[in-house]
Structures are given as C-alpha cells and as structure tokens.
C-alpha cells in the first residue's frame, strides 16, 4: 500500500525531521512572567504569574530561551548569605525533556551559586539527576493539599496567647526562623510578610512560634509554621485554617505521621506528592528536641 492518494499527488511526506534548535541562558529576571507561567502549567505546575513575580524578587535564576525568546527551561536559587542558597523550579519543558537540558541548567546553577552549600526538593523526575550531581537525601516532605473541611477539629486549649504581630513586633518571629533554618534568611521573610497574614505565639512574653499563610497557585500556602513542638504548631496552622474553610489549601510538612500529620488529613489535605529534601555541602537539617522546626515550610522552592 503506497502513500496516500493527495500525498502520493502532491509528493508530500508524512513525517519531517526539524533542525534542532540551540538554547542560550537568560537572566530569569528578564523574561515575560506569561511564558514562565506556560513552563509551569507544561508540567502541571500551580504557579501562577503572580508567584512567579515574586520568586524573581526573592531570588535569581535563569530561563533557557530560543532565538526568538520561547522559554524551553527554568532554575531558580535562592541565596541566604554568602554561603548557602536553596534551589528551586528546575523545570525543562516536556517535549525537550531527556535531552540533557536539566543538568546544564543545574550547571549554571553550579556556576552562579559559587561553591555556597545548597538544598532543595527533589521530585522523583529529579531526583536521580540531582544524586548524580552529588546531593544527597536528608528526609521526605509530603505535600498536603486539598479543599478545607468547613469542620476543623478541636485543639486542647492552647499554651501561651496567639496574636496577629504588629509591624514593630515582626522581628521577634527572626530568631525562631532563624533557629529552625539553620541560618538567617530575613529578606525573604521580609518578603514573604508583605502578602502573609502571620500569627504568632508567645509563652511568658516571649515568641516561640509562628506561622504565615499566603496566596498560592490554585489557593493558600500555610507555612511557614516554625514551633518548639506538634501542640503549638497544631495551633499556630489551626488559626490559618479558620480562616481558610472551604477554600483550597496546601501544606508542605516533613511529619511523615504524628498529631501534625494526622491533623493535617482529619482537615481533608491528603497527601498529593512526596518530594525529598537533599542537599550539596553542609548539611542542611538539623532538628533537635524542644527546638524551633518547621512544621509546614515556606514553600517547595524555598525549602
Ligand atoms: C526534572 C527535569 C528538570 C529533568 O530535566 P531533563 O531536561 O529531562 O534533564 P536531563 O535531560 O539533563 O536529564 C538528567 C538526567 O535524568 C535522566 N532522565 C531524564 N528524564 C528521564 C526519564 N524520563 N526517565 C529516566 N531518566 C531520565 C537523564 O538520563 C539524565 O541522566 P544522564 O545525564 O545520566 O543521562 C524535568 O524532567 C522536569 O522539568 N520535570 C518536571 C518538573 C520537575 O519535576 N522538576 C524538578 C523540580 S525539583
């Protein structure tokens, strides 16, 4: 059987091999938010412009683009001093994937990070090339995600006063940030606060915890949610939750099982991804009893 009768007439073939294509690296600062959203949504992605405006105020990164400006590939970090940054929104898009565009973008990642030590959270997709790359795996962070039950259960009565911080009262949630991070990262805090509504807690006067919640992709992100312990942070997440209802809602959180996470599913988040925090150099997690820990982190690209 022969080619069909209109292409057997104009000599037309059913196949065509295009020219591959070179991509250069462009400062991610500069290039238009809608086709960072389209990379997004390619890998079903939740970010929507406006998250992605903000992850370019909080860090830097690059776009792989073609001659003509179409964005095929992303990576993002996130400094915290000069000798640590987080990484994040490693993404090629699917119809160039396997081709080795991830790992050059990770090289020039490599590159501009200059020897800082470095965590992240690895998808599965990414986690093979990350371990080639020389991270190595720290613990799991289970995603939480789904529409806020209207019923949210009943807390024990909470130790210390939750309160909503005044602007002279937001640096007192640094140094539990800073506890539980393992190093100061107050620019993004300070970021982060300016579309958060934050609660804190505090215990004779003094703050031992907090938590934030923000606009995320298809609704809100609560964290982060830093505590001494699972009651206060049940608390500190419990007040967002209030107030979120109905609405959809995801929480980032490395409590495999536990009151955090049990609170978490009885909320009706069920887990949609388990992703695994590795880091490159220093270790990045450092969790020791009755000190600040997140709960529920900041966001997946921002550890
Ligand atoms: C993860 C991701 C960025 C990798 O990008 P990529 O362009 O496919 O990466 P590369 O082509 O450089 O491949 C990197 C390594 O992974 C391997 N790999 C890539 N895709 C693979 C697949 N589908 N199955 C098995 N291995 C695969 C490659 O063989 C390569 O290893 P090698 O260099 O030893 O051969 C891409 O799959 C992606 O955007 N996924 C969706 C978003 C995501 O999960 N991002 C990660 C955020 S942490």
Redesign the pocket.
């Known amino acids: 059987m022969g080619p069909p009768a209109r292409e057997r007439m104009s000599g037309m073939q059913e196949s065509v091999r295009l020219k591959s294509f070179e991509l250069v690296a462009r400062d991610i600062a500069g290039v238009d938010v809608h086709l960072l959203h389209a990379l997004t949504l390619s ?3 939740p970010h929507r412009t406006k998250d992605w405006q903000f992850l370019i105020r909080a860090g830097q990164g690059i776009a792989a683009v073609d001659g003509i400006g179409r964005v095929f ?1 992303t990576a993002m970090w996130f400094p915290h001093g000069d000798d640590f940054a987080t ?8 119809r ?11 090289d020039r990642v490599f590159e501009q990070c200059g020897g800082r030590d470095l965590a ?11 371990l ?1 790359l020389g991270f190595v795996d720290e613990a799991s962070v289970h995603m939480h995600q789904g529409k806020l039950a209207r019923d949210i259960p009943a807390l024990p009565p909470v130790n210390g006063e939750l309160s909503t911080p005044g602007a002279d009262e937001f640096a007192e949630i640094l140094p539990i940030d800073s506890q539980a991070f393992g190093r100061s990262r107050e620019r993004l805090l300070t970021l982060l606060s300016e579309n958060a509504s934050i609660c804190v807690l505090r215990r004779g006067g003094k703050v031992v915890g907090y938590s934030m919640r923000r606009d995320f992709g298809r609704g809100h992100v609560i964290g982060p949610v830093a505590a001494v312990n699972a009651e206060d942070a049940l608390h500190l997440t419990a007040v967002h939750m209030k107030a979120l209802r109905g609405r959809f809602v995801r929480v980032d959180t490395r409590e495999a099982d536990g009151p955090y996470a049990t609170f978490l599913e009885q909320c009706g988040l069920s887990i949609a991804e388990v ?1 695994t925090t590795m880091s490159k150099g220093r270790r990045f997690l450092n969790r020791q009893a009755d000190q600040p820990w997140f709960y529920g982190l900041a966001g ?1 690209a921002l550890s």
């Open positions: 890998v079903g992605w590939g990484v994040g929104l490693v993404i090629t898009s699917p160039n994937q396997a081709q080795g565009g991830g790992r050059w973008l990770m992240l959270n690895a998808t599965r997709a990414a986690h093979g090339l990350y080639s992703v997946h």
